[in-house]
């Protein structure tokens, strides 16, 4: 257990919808991220937190947004679906900002039909 | 542009043995190098890491070792045992790893009794 929680596990929707993915980060980390991972893909980094605040960007598309609150839990809002938009959608969290191993969710698995 | 390659998607080895999950970059101002273990339904779990100031670092059974000039990196697993059996990822970054993760696409290692 990594001690990262993301929900839901699944998530079934369809195309032109909106969703929000949660995350709650290990207890004492401030950064949280975001992955995609395609079929066959490795996992591709979308967006970074550091205690609340944006810190990097990856290949996050402009229809892809997410924020990190107070209690340093982070949501991911995916809309205008799109089928390639069906992935799993990992999170992650460390201590410091982008220090130090990434500690995984068993993310959240998004199929658009 | 695959900056981070692993160019073996499989590999199977015998209970006992050793197993080398080979890993190549391109960039050079990767400094910071670090493999996850993923199996089924769950996240990457972090395995061990390298800075690039070592060429080698050592936790129990697995072993990274780090050629720079090659720009290279193995992960060793010694002996190898049956719960081995994941995908195993390579990950880079910069700026001694506050730098976004750039990951490999992954090798499947199979360990037979």
């Known amino acids: 257990d990594s001690g990262v929680t993301q929900t839901p596990k699944h998530l079934i929707t369809a195309t032109g919808q909106r969703v929000t993915l949660r995350c709650s980060p290990r207890s004492g980390d401030l950064s949280v991220y975001w992955y995609q991972q395609s079929l066959d893909q490795g996992l591709q980094f979308l967006i970074q937190?550091?205690?609340?605040?944006?810190?990097a960007k990856g290949n996050i598309l402009e229809r892809f947004s997410a924020q990190q609150f107070p209690d340093l839990h982070s949501e991911l809002n995916l809309s205008s679906l799109e089928l390639g938009d069906s992935a799993l959608y990992f999170c992650a969290s460390s201590v410091g900002d982008g220090l130090g191993p990434q500690h995984f969710g068993d993310g959240t698995r998004l199929s658009i039909l | 542009d695959q900056q981070v390659k692993q160019n073996s998607p499989s590999l199977s080895v015998q209970e006992g043995r050793i197993s080398i999950l080979n890993c190549d970059y391109t960039n050079s101002m990767f400094d910071y190098f670090l493999w996850y273990k993923k199996y089924p339904a769950e996240g990457p779990t972090f395995l061990i890491s390298i800075s690039s100031i070592k060429d080698k670092n050592e936790d129990g059974r697995f072993t990274v070792f780090l050629n720079k000039s090659a720009k290279h990196l193995s992960l060793h697993i010694v002996p190898s045992q049956p719960g081995d059996s994941a995908v195993y990822f390579c990950a880079a970054s910069a700026q001694g790893g506050s730098e976004k993760l750039v990951f490999g696409k992954g090798t499947k290692l199979t360990v037979n009794p």
């Open positions: 937190y550091y205690n609340g605040e944006e810190r």
